[in-house]
């Protein structure tokens, strides 16, 4: 079996300052968040937020300073994720597009796409989606159908994506689909549009998650013609430009905060209950569970910005934070009753179905727990 290391996660004074700047930020711009909202971290929708981070040069932090970026490094930028996750701050506008499609776009793009949206998404005010998942292409990524058949004037597309986070939001997608041979070629064949999503001939279905919410939809491409200049990187080299897509999503600490506010609430009650010996034992695995991913979280930034591809390291931090968040609401609902007083109890009730609904989603979104684990078994060599 290969050994595996995590790298020791850096520390400096000037992290521990952009630490405190984002946090005093965040403690005006978010004061009135309700804990449900908080709660929502990772779902809340806000563009008037979203600009006021790029304001604050807390987007595209890592890109070169001539596409609008601002030459920090990973761990800054992991500084600035973190605390607003942990502070429940509304970050869905803006998360696709500064997390991947900007990353996406600064290594494969050509000139004129780095140019012309790279400095928007950086200031908040472009948004993105991702077009992998379809009716019967998930997990089999590589069965995807949707077709962009090349044509004189560009591409003319066809087919179904679902799942899209944002797409009745976002500016652009980038559209994972296949540009020559047919299903049974797999990965090769396949290739990365960038597409405006206002071209004609695109329409976006709502699909209405369990808390009953609109983050999702159906995106369907009815004869959808985009110029030549929409293709993102090389044709037919989309298979390994997606797999480097997907490795951005793998180890935030968007994989082990999503289901925070809760430990929150629970550190909440029990402040005001009586001693529960079960509970303040339950609360302290929680925390000290929390700080061991995030650890191994810090660990793969730097390995990121040292320019190594910890694509095991990030499938294991996705893995057990997955597992975390889960277990955070099964965890914290026993502990309902210890709440002082009605209001209190209605409070700490929100909150949880409200993560009790979002979590099924934990162990699918950005690779499913059975796909991880098939990856660290390879990367482990046990496979
Ligand atoms: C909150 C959320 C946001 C999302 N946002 C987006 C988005 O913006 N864009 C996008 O393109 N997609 C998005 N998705 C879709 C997501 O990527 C897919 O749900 C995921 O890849 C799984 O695909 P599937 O739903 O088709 O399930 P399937 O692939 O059908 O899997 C069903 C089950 O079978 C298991 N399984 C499948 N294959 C194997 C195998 N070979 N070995 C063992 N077990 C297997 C899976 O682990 C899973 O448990 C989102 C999903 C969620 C939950």
């Known amino acids: 079996m290969t050994e595996l290391t995590f790298a020791t996660p850096k520390t400096s004074e000037a992290l521990d300052s952009l630490r405190a700047e984002v946090r005093s930020f965040l403690a005006t711009e978010i004061a009135d968040r309700t804990p449900l909202q908080k709660s929502d971290s990772w779902n809340g929708l806000d563009t008037e937020f979203s600009r006021k981070l790029g304001q604050k040069g807390w987007l595209g932090m890592t890109w070169p300073t001539q596409y609008?970026?601002?030459?920090?490094?990973?761990?800054?930028?992991?500084?600035?994720?973190?605390?607003?996750?942990?502070?429940?701050?509304?970050?869905?506008?803006?998360?696709?597009?500064?997390?991947?499609?900007?990353?996406?776009?600064?290594?494969?793009?050509?000139?004129?796409?780095?140019?012309?949206?790279?400095?928007?998404?950086?200031?908040?005010?472009?948004?993105?989606?991702?077009?992998?998942?379809?009716?019967?292409?998930?997990?089999?990524?590589?069965?995807?159908?949707?077709?962009?058949?090349?044509?004189?004037?560009?591409?003319?597309?066809?087919?179904?994506?679902v799942w899209t986070t944002n797409a009745h939001v976002a500016h652009y997608m980038i559209l994972f689909c296949r540009t020559h041979g047919t299903t049974e070629d797999r990965q090769k064949g396949t290739s990365q549009l960038l597409i405006d999503m206002s071209t004609p001939g695109i329409e976006v279905k709502p699909i209405i998650d369990l808390a009953g919410q609109h983050h999702f939809n159906q995106v369907v491409f009815n004869d959808v013609l985009v110029p030549k200049s929409a293709l993102l990187g090389e044709e037919g080299n989309g298979w390994a430009q997606v797999m480097s897509e997907l490795s951005y999503e793998r180890s935030g600490p968007e994989r082990f905060l999503s289901s925070f506010e809760l430990v929150v609430e629970l550190g909440r009650i029990l402040a005001a209950a009586p001693h529960s010996e079960s509970a303040a034992i339950a609360y302290g695995r929680l925390l000290a569970h929390t700080a061991v991913l995030r650890r191994l979280s810090r660990s793969v930034s730097v390995m990121l910005e040292d320019g190594e591809d910890p694509l095991v390291h990030a499938s294991i931090v996705k893995d057990l934070g997955a597992t975390l968040e889960q277990e955070i609401p099964e965890i914290v609902r026993q502990f309902a009753d210890l709440a002082a007083d009605p209001a209190s109890a209605r409070q700490f009730r929100e909150v949880t179905c409200n993560v009790l609904l979002n979590a099924p989603t934990f162990s699918l979104r950005g690779g499913t727990r059975e796909i991880l684990r098939g990856i660290i078994a390879r990367g482990l060599g046990l496979r």
Not at 71 to 87: D, P, S
Not at 111 to 125: D, N, S
Request: proline residues 5%; glycine residues 10%.
């Open 68 to 161: 609008g970026g601002h030459a920090r490094t990973e761990m800054e930028r992991y500084v600035v994720i973190e605390e607003l996750l942990a502070a429940g701050a509304p970050v869905s506008a803006h998360w696709i597009a500064d997390r991947q499609t900007g990353p996406l776009i600064l290594k494969f793009g050509t000139e004129e796409q780095k140019q012309t949206i790279l400095p928007r998404i950086a200031a908040g005010e472009c948004f993105a989606s991702i077009g992998m998942s379809e009716p019967d292409a998930g997990s089999d990524l590589a069965s995807v159908r949707t077709r962009a058949e090349p044509v004189d004037e560009g591409y003319r597309i066809n087919g179904t994506k």
